[in-house]
């Protein structure tokens, strides 16, 4: 598996805003769609979004309803994650996925391993 690549991470003030991107290799595009997951100090990862390729379908976790936005971009393969309205509590690093099934992207379960190195997102109160 090839990694997708996550950019856009940052620090920023409570009610900020950062556009993370995920660039997706030729294999990870042909994904069902992509997944964006966080994992703060101390806890495990969670699922935050997720978007099918042809941005039809989304998924939100319910912490970040409302605040977070994802898109994806066919012609240049990159998922792309708005997140506004931050709070401290988003503190984390933040990583992609490919979902390689319907069943994965719907459950929020996903079967990747080769996770990338993400892109911190440290929001400031």
């Known amino acids: 598996q090839v990694q997708p690549v996550e950019s856009g991470g940052g620090l920023v003030q409570a009610g900020g805003s950062l556009r993370l991107s995920c660039a997706a290799s030729?294999?990870?595009?042909?994904?069902?769609?992509m997944g964006w997951f966080r994992q703060a100090p101390g806890k495990e990862r969670e699922f935050v979004a997720a978007?099918?390729?042809?941005?039809?379908?989304?998924r939100y976790a319910d912490s970040v309803k409302g605040r977070y936005t994802a898109s994806a971009d066919n012609a240049k393969s990159t998922a792309y994650l708005q997140m506004n309205s931050l709070k401290p509590e988003d503190t984390a690093v933040y990583y992609c996925a490919p979902a390689a099934s319907a069943r994965e992207f719907f459950s929020g379960t996903y079967s990747y391993t080769n996770w990338g190195l993400g892109t911190q997102v440290t929001v400031s109160s």
């Open positions: 030729g294999r990870t595009f042909s994904s069902f769609g």
């Open positions: 978007i099918t390729w042809n941005g039809v379908v989304t």
